[in-house]
């Protein structure tokens, strides 16, 4: 009796073993997993692209309440940014914000663009900044699609602020139109990124002027035309930069002294590009094409050159002082 007693206690306590570690290693197996699941999660939300949001802005908005919807657009470039700034903590970082502009645009201060923005015009649109006002683009990417930037600023009062300012940036303009009068330089790119399609730039002062300058940076023009015209020409600077014209057109008149491209270390490429240089007083100014060092080049395609008056040699091998 006390055998089979100790049989059968024995065999309960076998039977309730192997339950115990078959429920531990099903448990185990749902634990790891969870834990792939997790984690593989985890991975498709890193490699997800970030989906974007997007926001409308209409100046003529009759909405009771602007919600940066289509139905209720925001009535201003500040107000939309405003916004983009305040709700960026609650977004992923790397996600872009789409600007839809609906409307004409007046803005009197400049806008800071710190997330990375896409800004398109449902129609052509122009946005008019105050006098100091215009676009300065820090550490993100910026895109500007069917849109005309100027500013309100008299021909004779000169200022050192351009229109677009970009560091360490990458800025795409497409089918754009930027339209300057007196500041120094209309584009200023350092240590960025900036490619240029389908654009015009007009740009016309009474003082001593630069189109565009390019600090340790890459600038490409296709299908562009670029029009500068002032008293002193210093059509482009660029400083250990690359610069690259391709199916496009750079037009310089100078009253006084004019000056093409001018810089250190520079890489100009020109692709089919016409480079007219054209001085209201030629028998007295003529431009010089380039004024380079010796660690620079530029450098012709087929159907490209440069017309008007200007100087004989292509290349100024003379001491270059920087631009502001």
């Known amino acids: 009796?006390?055998?089979?007693?100790?049989?059968?206690?024995?065999?309960?306590?076998?039977v309730v073993l192997i339950v115990s570690v078959a429920a531990c290693t099903t448990d185990n197996g749902q634990g790891n997993t969870r834990r792939r699941a997790r984690s593989q999660h985890s991975k498709a939300e890193l490699t997800e692209p970030p989906k974007p949001i997007t926001i409308y802005i209409d100046a003529y908005s009759e909405a009771d309440a602007s919600l940066g919807t289509k139905e209720a657009p925001f009535y201003s470039l500040r107000q939309a940014f405003d916004y983009i700034d305040h709700t960026a903590r609650s977004r992923d970082e790397r996600s872009a914000t789409h600007v839809v502009i609906l409307s004409d645009l007046n803005c009197f201060k400049p806008i800071l663009i710190q997330r990375p923005i896409v800004m398109i015009a449902e129609k052509a649109a122009t946005i008019e900044f105050g006098k100091n006002g215009g676009f300065i683009v820090d550490g993100v990417s910026f895109t500007l699609k069917n849109c005309t930037i100027k500013?309100?600023?008299r021909l004779y009062e000169p200022r050192d602020i351009p229109l677009l300012y970009a560091s360490d940036s990458d800025v795409e303009l497409d089918n754009t139109h930027f339209i300057g009068k007196e500041a120094y330089s209309l584009i200023r790119i350092y240590d960025s990124n900036f490619n240029c399609n389908n654009s015009t730039f007009t740009f016309r002062a009474a003082h001593s002027v630069s189109l565009l300058t390019v600090h340790n940076s890459k600038a490409v023009f296709n299908n562009s035309k670029l029009f500068v015209s002032a008293n002193i020409v210093r059509a482009v600077w660029i400083n250990n930069a690359s610069l690259e014209l391709h199916n496009s057109t750079l037009f310089m008149q100078a009253f006084g002294k004019g000056t093409g491209f001018m810089g250190r270390k520079g890489r100009i490429l020109l692709d089919n590009t016409s480079v007219v240089c054209k001085s209201v007083n030629p028998f007295r100014y003529r431009f010089r094409t380039t004024v380079l060092d010796n660690k620079s080049y530029l450098k012709q395609k087929e159907n490209s050159g440069f017309y008007g008056f200007y100087d004989s040699a292509p290349l100024e091998q003379a001491p270059v002082t920087e631009a502001k």
């Open 1 to 14: 009796m006390k055998k089979n007693w100790s049989l059968a206690l024995f065999r309960l306590f076998f």
């Open 151 to 153: 500013r309100k600023e």
